[in-house]
């Protein structure tokens, strides 16, 4: 998770890559595809 705030301080953005992975990838299952990802923004 990150936080962005501005030049004042103030908090005006989360990203959030949470979660396990998906699936798999077709052909190799060792390597695992498609996590989450949520974007919050604030207003003053």
């Known amino acids: 998770m990150f936080y962005h705030y501005n030049n004042e301080d103030e908090l005006t953005q989360i990203f959030d890559f949470g ?25 003053r």
Do not use: H
């Open 19 to 43: 979660g396990m992975p998906y699936k798999g990838l077709e052909g190799n299952s060792d390597i695992e595809i498609g996590i989450g990802f949520d974007t919050y923004l604030f207003e």
